[in-house]
């Protein structure tokens, strides 16, 4: 068993919009990319990531889509529940786990999409979620089978007209206050840095027993077939520390390669850094906090989404005084 280092006040984390994220999987290249290419050097174009077919990935996003979040707003939560009851969501696109992986370890991301959409509704308290984007008849649903426990047919009906929603969620290591996979390592190789609280792995004690992985609830490694050893998301700390780059660059790969600003490095223990008002103004949350492992990372509840009837009605256009060109394209597009 490996002892972590006493609590430090320098918490170097990621807070991640799941608001602002589109799923291009930028952060997941540009992670590849700088640790498998070496040093922003290209992958080569034959056989990139060796014998494995896919590699080791330190960053994954998962994508789902959720429709009819039920909620109850009368009958209170039963004890031992917590307010991010896990949801039954579907994976749209999805990397192949490596070995030691349990698929509901990134089933996590959809308490976020249902906590999110489920308070914009103003109700706190998510029940249950579907997996799809067709259209549901909540008549015909409520007939064949009750409701869920909780649920009465009313908000069974209201949840079926909701619109579905995407949620892309980057998974990667959230870097725990407590990790598990630090304490079951036999040798070692696992640890977290006291300085800044980093959670790492010395591959040359690492004898790829994978007990770091079983461990870990988040799914955050996965094991190198071609070096034998555990690999893991380590905040590229060969960037942020580097003094020969410039300022603006010592950050994840991730971070910067994150084309709808998504990601956001920086201290989580200091409540003045940027990242940590940041949490505090959007309501950010950890994965999982009732297994108590603490995660550094935090991630952002998307917003709500817009729906047909908040939306201004547009008038009706007048083709008569558009051009012929247009004329034409509306009669062509009308058939």
Request: glycine share 8%; charged share 20%.
């Amino acid at each position: 068993m490996t002892m972590l280092p006493p609590p430090s006040a320098k918490k170097l984390g990621l807070v991640i919009d799941l608001d602002t994220c589109v799923g291009c999987h930028a952060c997941a290249v540009a992670c590849k990319e700088w640790n498998a290419g070496g040093f922003s050097a290209p992958l080569p174009d034959e056989k990139p990531y060796g014998k494995h077919p896919t590699g080791v990935w330190f960053n994954r996003v998962h994508s789902y889509e959720l429709a009819a979040v039920l909620v109850d707003d009368s009958s209170p939560p039963p004890p031992n529940e917590s307010d991010t009851t896990m949801a039954d969501a579907g994976h749209l696109g999805d990397f192949d786990r490596s070995a030691g992986m349990d698929a509901a370890r990134s089933d996590a991301g959809a308490r976020l999409a249902i906590r999110g959409a489920t308070e914009a509704r103003g109700s706190a308290r998510p029940v249950t979620g579907a997996a799809t984007a067709a259209p549901v008849d909540a008549t015909a649903a409520s007939a064949a089978s009750p409701a869920p426990r909780g649920c009465s047919s009313m908000n069974l009906a209201e949840a079926a007209a909701q619109p579905a929603m995407t949620l892309h969620f980057p998974r990667s290591c959230l870097h725990c206050e407590e990790p598990a996979c630090v304490t079951v390592c036999p040798t070692g190789a696992s640890y977290k840095r006291a300085e800044d609280g980093i959670v790492l792995v010395d591959e040359s004690k690492c004898i790829g027993c994978k007990l770091c992985s079983w461990a870990c609830p988040y799914g955050a490694r996965e094991y190198s077939s071609v070096e034998g050893v555990m690999k893991k998301c380590t905040l590229c700390i060969d960037r942020i520390y580097n003094e020969n780059l410039a300022e603006a660059e010592r950050q994840p790969a991730c971070v910067q390669a994150c084309p709808t600003r998504a990601r956001h490095f920086g201290d989580l223990g200091d409540p003045e850094s940027a990242v940590s008002k940041l949490v505090a103004a959007r309501g950010g949350v950890d994965l999982m906090p009732e297994l108590g492992y603490k995660p550094v990372n935090k991630y952002l509840p998307p917003r709500p989404r817009r729906t047909t009837a908040t939306e201004p009605v547009a008038e009706a256009l007048d083709t008569a005084t558009l051009p012929p060109v247009l004329r034409w394209l509306d009669r062509i597009l009308s058939r």
